[in-house]
């Protein structure tokens, strides 16, 4: 599993809105989909840095990508 430390939630919810996701709902956590996908992102300061790794692997993106989206 990758790992993406030191990721901020609403930094990672503003790349993946520039990867095509947008908000379905949100609560504890926050829902993103791109109409094919559902990803769910934990409102922590900052995210576990596997679960951010896991979430950009959900989403299609490598590491590589999703830094250069935030």
Known sequence: MPR???VNH???VA???K???????Q???IVMSDGARF???PRNNPVNAF???GIAKDAGLGVD?????L
């Open 4 to 6: 993406i430390p030191g």
């Open 10 to 12: 609403l930094r990672a």
């Open 15 to 17: 790349a993946l809105e």
């Open 19 to 25: 990867a095509g996701f947008r908000i379905v709902r």
């Open 27 to 29: 609560g504890k956590h």
């Open 39 to 41: 990803l769910t992102i």
């Open 51 to 53: 679960t951010m790794g």
């Open 65 to 69: 990508e999703f830094r250069k989206l």
